[in-house]
Structure formats: structure tokens, C-alpha cells
């Protein structure tokens, strides 16, 4: 019966030890990650921020991975080097790495979890930086963010512009989700509307096409004539 009590009590500590031996690494990553949770709460809101900023967000969460790799925190340092990539001079190499590592990153935690709408659309920002006129795998990550976030808000006017920018490596299927993607999007939100009619001034071809895909709209065809009259 002793012998029982000690092997339990042996057992108890093994399985302790290793709790704590798996939890110890994920808590030192999550002090290591904290110098950036003040960039990315500017980066949800919509904020702008400072290269240096950027850079104490980018090293924390360097840190954090090398520790516990996560898809959030993959996410999140692909988008921190983004931002800096697009604050640096396009001549600097130092951008050219960034977007390369921001690519990566991105890359790594989207296949870890691929339902992440943002991620996607910030790996098809990246590509439109690096090869602009490589439409196909702007279009892949966009229509991958569409599927995986129809609905959510802020991503709405970014990767519409940027499906309309490139939307002759559209597929015919692809086509279809994203007209139906504008038509929810232009009935839900005047704000979204009047944000999408300023982009779009002097866009004939995006004009056009716009006004086909409310073409069976009353009420939306109503909307967007009243918006091109101001």
C-alpha cells in the first residue's frame, strides 16, 4: 500500500514537472510579446505608428516566437513587418527583407489557421508590394480573406479596391463572389459606399462595372446616383 502511495506521488510530480516545464515557455513568450501589444492595439484601431514603434513591436514578438510559436503571434509580426515595410524607402534593402520575412510569417501562420480573414489580406498586401504585376497570388489571398471574413468591416474597402485593381485574374467563380461581396457590402453601409465612390473617382472601368453589378437594384442604383450627383 506504501509502495502504491509512493508511485502515485512520483507520478503526481512527473505529470507537474511537465505542466510546468511546457508552461514556463509560453509565459516568458507572453512577457516577451507584451512591448508589442501597445503597436498592435494602434494597428486595430486604425491608428498610425512610429517606425520605432514598429521596431520594439517587431523584436518582442521575435522573441515570443522563438519561445512558443503561435499563429497569432505569427500573424501579428507578419503585419508589424508590413507596416514597417511601408514606412521604409523603396531603394532601402532593409524593405526588401521585411517583406520577404513579413511574407514568410504571414505564410506560416496562416497555415496554422487559415480561417484568419485579416491575415489573409495582409499577405495579399505584401505581394501586391513585391510583384505588383504578378496578379494571380493577389488575387488567391484576397479571395481567400473574402471567404474566410465576408462580413467583417474593415476589410471591406481595402480588399474590394484591391479585387477591382485586379480583378482579370479574377476566376469566373471567384468573379461571382466578389460581385456579390459588393452588392451585400454597398446595401449595408453608406459609409462604405461614399469611402468606395471617392476611391473610385475618375475610374471609369471601376464605375462601370459598379454600376452593372447594382444594375437590378432599384434602391442601390438610386444610392449610387445620388453619391455621383454631389
Known amino acids: 500500500m506504501r509502495r502504491a502511495r509512493w508511485l502515485v506521488g512520483a507520478l503526481n510530480t512527473v505529470i507537474g514537472g511537465s505542466l510546468l516545464f511546457l508552461a514556463v515557455p509560453r509565459t516568458i513568450a507572453s512577457w516577451e510579446a507584451m512591448p508589442a501589444s501597445s503597436a498592435l492595439a494602434k494597428v486595430n484601431n486604425a491608428k498610425e505608428l512610429t517606425a520605432t514603434e514598429l521596431r520594439v513591436g517587431i523584436v518582442g514578438l521575435q522573441r515570443s516566437v522563438a519561445l512558443n510559436?503561435?499563429?497569432?503571434?505569427?500573424?501579428?509580426?507578419?503585419t508589424l513587418e508590413l507596416?514597417?515595410?511601408?514606412?521604409?524607402?523603396?531603394?532601402?534593402?532593409?524593405?526588401?527583407?521585411?517583406?520577404?520575412?513579413?511574407?514568410?510569417?504571414l505564410f506560416r501562420g496562416l497555415a496554422a489557421n487559415p480561417a484568419n480573414g485579416f491575415g489573409w489580406y495582409r499577405l495579399a498586401q505584401v505581394r501586391q508590394l513585391q510583384h505588383p504585376?504578378?496578379?494571380?497570388?493577389?488575387?488567391?489571398?484576397?479571395?481567400?480573406?473574402?471567404?474566410?471574413?465576408?462580413?467583417?468591416?474593415?476589410?471591406?474597402?481595402?480588399?474590394?479596391?484591391?479585387?477591382?485593381?485586379?480583378r482579370q485574374f479574377l476566376t469566373p467563380d471567384e468573379t461571382d463572389a466578389f460581385v456579390s461581396s459588393l452588392r451585400t457590402?454597398?446595401?449595408?453601409?453608406?459609409?462604405?459606399?461614399?469611402?468606395?465612390?471617392?476611391?473610385?473617382?475618375?475610374?471609369?472601368?471601376?464605375?462601370?462595372?459598379?454600376?452593372?453589378?447594382?444594375?437590378?437594384?432599384?434602391?442601390?442604383?438610386?444610392?449610387?446616383?445620388?453619391?455621383?450627383?454631389r
Open 133 to 166: 504585376l504578378n496578379g494571380r497570388p493577389i488575387v488567391v489571398a484576397l479571395t481567400q480573406s473574402l471567404d474566410m471574413a465576408p462580413n467583417m468591416r474593415p476589410l471591406w474597402l481595402g480588399r474590394t479596391l484591391g479585387l477591382m485593381a485586379y
Open 83 to 105: 507596416l514597417l515595410a511601408q514606412q521604409t524607402p523603396v531603394n532601402d534593402p532593409m524593405r526588401t527583407q521585411l517583406l520577404k520575412t513579413s511574407e514568410l510569417h
Open 69 to 78: 510559436v503561435s499563429d497569432a503571434s505569427l500573424i501579428d509580426l507578419g
Open 185 to 229: 457590402s454597398w446595401l449595408a453601409d453608406g459609409r462604405f459606399r461614399s469611402q468606395l465612390i471617392r476611391s473610385w473617382q475618375g475610374n471609369e472601368g471601376a464605375l462601370a462595372f459598379l454600376n452593372k453589378v447594382l444594375a437590378n437594384d432599384l434602391e442601390a442604383r438610386q444610392q449610387l446616383n445620388e453619391l455621383l450627383a
